[in-house]
């Protein structure tokens, strides 16, 4: 009789047991799905800037390409020189990235400037294109439209006026 005792004098102390482990794991689920959906965030935003980070070196890599290329000899010019150094500068292009040249996945803004940099001791010309990119930025696109915000990544390249063989990538100048 005194267990029964003890076990109805304890009834409401039962109770508080379950409302408290309740408690515990509907605090304990709530941290994991916060801390879930802060890390697949995290792991979209670095998605992001993976994705834009790979698209600006392809515009740089592009330019690059295109201010060294020397066009063929011709009757016309028989002495061709690098568009690095016959354009005028500045100059400002925009690139398209395309997947299976028909979808969009971002564009990129290059700004080419004539700069003067010290380069070992010495002030040089340099060839400057800062490159901006811009890609759809889906963490803040509603479901089913087409219209949002963009995730924006810089970089730069320079090149050498005298040596185009040397080229500086994303450096930042002061």
């Known amino acids: 009789m005194v267990t029964y005792k003890k076990f109805k004098s304890r009834k409401g102390s ?3 047991y379950v409302v408290i482990i309740f408690l515990f794991v509907t605090l304990f689920s709530a941290i994991m799905f916060s801390m879930l959906q802060q890390s697949v965030y995290q792991t979209h935003t670095y998605s992001l800037r ?3 980070f790979y698209l600006t070196k392809e515009a740089a890599d592009a330019t690059v ?3 060294l290329e020397v066009p063929e000899k011709t009757l016309a010019n028989p002495d061709p ?3 690095i150094k016959t354009m005028s500068y500045p100059a400002t292009d925009t690139m398209t990235h395309t997947v299976n040249k028909t979808t969009v996945v ?3 803004v290059i700004t080419l400037t004539k700069e003067k940099h010290d380069y070992y001791g010495e002030s040089k010309d340099w060839i400057v294109a800062n490159i901006t990119t811009t890609i759809p930025d889906e963490r803040n696109t ?3 439209t087409t219209t949002g915000a963009v995730y924006t990544f810089k970089g730069s390249v320079m090149i050498l006026w005298e040596n185009s063989m040397i080229q500086l ?3 930042t100048l002061d």
Do not use: H
């Open 14 to 16: 039962a109770y508080l």
């Open 50 to 52: 993976m994705k834009a």
């Open 65 to 67: 390409a295109v201010l």
């Open 81 to 83: 020189k690098p568009l």
């Open 106 to 108: 971002g564009t990129s």
């Open 142 to 144: 509603k479901p089913g």
């Open 169 to 171: 990538y994303n450096i």
